[in-house]
């Protein structure tokens, strides 16, 4: 099986920034894409990044020159660096990595989610 750990949300004040993180583990051939997703209070979860195995990233209109992903294949983990944090930001946001599996199956896993909340 595959599971993915996530960690780094917290409490921040608005303008500041946290860095979080998310690491695969398991039967793991490969990993495809790789992004976060949020759900505020009330909303429909939505896509904040994603990131393709050749680097290729698309951003939510409302995080773009804020907020950074990046990824490291070696450790099967995804980075997500958020800058100039507004309250609106505050969500769990969730870790998704699209595995391949050693027996060549392959889906999307998800993360428990963390939680990020910004202070006015």
């Known amino acids: 099986q595959v599971q993915l750990v996530e960690s780094g949300g917290g409490l921040v004040q608005a303008g500041g920034s946290l860095r979080l993180s998310c690491a695969a583990s398991?039967?793991?051939?490969?990993?495809?894409?790789m992004g976060w997703y949020r759900q505020g209070p009330g909303k429909q979860r939505e896509l904040v990044a994603s990131?393709?195995?050749?680097?290729?990233?698309v951003y939510a209109d409302s995080v773009k020159g804020r907020f950074t992903i990046s990824r490291d294949n070696a450790k099967n983990t995804v980075h997500l660096q958020m800058n100039s944090l507004k309250p609106e930001d505050t969500a769990v946001y969730y870790c998704?990595?699209?595995?391949?599996?050693?027996?060549?199956?392959?889906?999307?896993?998800w993360g428990k989610g963390t939680l990020v909340t910004v202070s006015s």
């Open positions: 398991g039967s793991i051939f490969r990993v495809e894409a």
């Open positions: 990131v393709t195995r050749g680097g290729t990233t």
């Open positions: 998704k990595q699209e595995v391949v599996r050693r027996d060549y199956f392959a889906r999307d896993y």
